[in-house]
Nanobody, 130 residues
C-alpha cells in the first residue's frame, strides 16, 4: 500500500494549487475507504484539513479551509485531489494524505474521518508567500 502526494509548491497569497494523492496497492471507492489530507506547519501540531469517502464522495473540511479548499476523487485513476484556492501564508505547511484502508467503517460525521488512518504518504510542501 502506498500513497503518493504531489502538487505542492511556492505560490503567492491569493493563489491556487491542486494537490494529488495517488493510491496504489488497494482500490479507492470499492469499499468506501476514506482518504484524508493533513498538514503540519513548523512548530505546530498536525491538523486534519479535509477528508472524503471514496465510495459516496461525502466530504468534510476543517473550519479553516471551508469555502476555499475542495476535495474530490477520481476512482478510475485511484486518485484524490485537493484544490486549494485563496491561499494565505497561514496555509504554509507540509501536506500529507492518508487512508483508513483496510478498515471499513461507517462515520456518523465526517469530523471523525481524520482518526484511524493506517497508511500515510510522504508529504508535499506548500509555501504561500505574502
Amino acid at each position: 500500500v502506498q500513497l503518493q502526494a504531489s502538487g505542492g509548491g511556492l505560490v503567492q497569497s491569493g493563489g491556487s494549487l491542486r494537490l494529488s494523492c495517488v493510491a496504489s496497492g488497494f482500490t479507492l471507492g470499492y469499499y468506501g475507504y476514506d482518504i484524508a489530507w493533513f498538514r503540519q506547519a513548523p512548530g505546530k501540531e498536525r491538523e486534519g484539513v479535509s477528508c472524503i469517502n471514496t465510495a459516496e464522495g461525502k466530504a468534510g473540511y476543517a473550519d479553516s479551509v471551508k469555502g476555499r479548499f475542495t476535495i474530490s476523487r477520481d476512482n478510475a485513476k485511484n486518485t484524490v485531489y485537493l484544490q486549494m484556492n485563496s491561499l494565505t501564508p497561514e496555509d504554509t505547511a507540509v501536506y500529507y494524505c492518508a487512508t483508513d484502508f483496510p478498515t471499513i467503517r461507517v462515520l456518523l460525521s465526517m469530523d471523525g474521518c481524520y482518526h484511524g488512518m493506517n497508511y500515510w504518504g510522504e508529504g508535499t510542501q506548500v509555501t504561500v508567500s505574502s
